[in-house]
T-cell receptor, first 115, second 114 residues
């Protein structure tokens, strides 16, 4: 298994531009999570999906952020328009949610820099 | 509500010495506890977890953790540290039977000196 796949690994963009981050979870996993990691705030949960349905998006910082999961093997996190304070590492994670004691599997992350 | 505290931002240890990374938690009911490791420029990687049963849990790379219910702690330990253990370590908790959202600690940077 290739694990959780994220693309791109690095993204540098200018303020005001649209940014789309992509994630392919592990096949068969029914929960998908998007996290943001910064030095100041640590690891923050942005949103999570169960069976492609968004369950809790209370961590999404503002309307500029949106996430979709059109099918079981693909999810996107979009920022439009991007701002310098969005610079962070964004992680996608998946888990098999039959039991809440199952661990999460994280992707390698996308390092976003907004100039 | 559930929370995790990792009281040390950084732990320094000499190679070959034992290491401990501390974690305390708060949760209503029984906890599921996890440790993850993050190497530079990588995602978090699962190390071990406590669900129920034996309070001493063994995981990957020679790490172990001890669940202490009375002290609400789940400290990560290794008898002999390696330079390659240098990384960021995260403790996480979920309430048994609760939501699938774990709460993560802020992370502890472990530095193992040669």
């Amino acid at each position: 298994d290739a694990g959780v796949i994220q693309s791109p690994r690095h993204e540098v963009t200018e303020m005001g531009q649209e940014v789309t981050l992509r994630c392919k979870p592990i096949s068969g996993h029914d929960y998908l999570f998007w996290y943001r990691q910064t030095m100041m705030r640590g690891l923050e949960l942005l949103i999570y999906f169960n069976n492609n349905v968004p369950i809790d998006d209370s961590g999404m910082p503002e309307d500029r952020f949106s996430a979709k999961m059109p099918n079981a093997s693909f999810s996107t996190l979009k920022i439009q328009p991007s701002e310098p304070r969005d610079s962070a590492v964004y992680f996608c994670a998946s888990t098999l949610g039959l039991a809440s004691y199952n661990e999460q599997f994280f992707g390698p992350g996308t390092r976003l820099t907004v100039l | 509500a559930q929370s995790v505290a990792q009281p040390e931002d950084q732990v320094n240890v000499a190679e070959g010495n034992p290491l401990t990374v501390k974690c305390t938690y708060s949760v209503s009911g029984n906890p599921y506890l996890f440790w993850y490791v993050q190497y530079p420029n990588r995602g978090l990687q699962f190390l071990l977890k406590y669900i129920t049963g034996d309070n001493l849990v063994k995981g990957s790379y020679g790490f172990e953790a001890e669940f202490n219910k009375s002290q609400t702690s789940f400290h990560l330990k290794k008898p002999s540290a390696l330079v390659s253990d240098s990384a960021l370590y995260f403790c996480a908790v979920r309430r048994a039977g609760g939501s699938y959202i774990p709460t993560f600690g802020r992370g502890t940077s472990l530095i193992v000196h040669p």
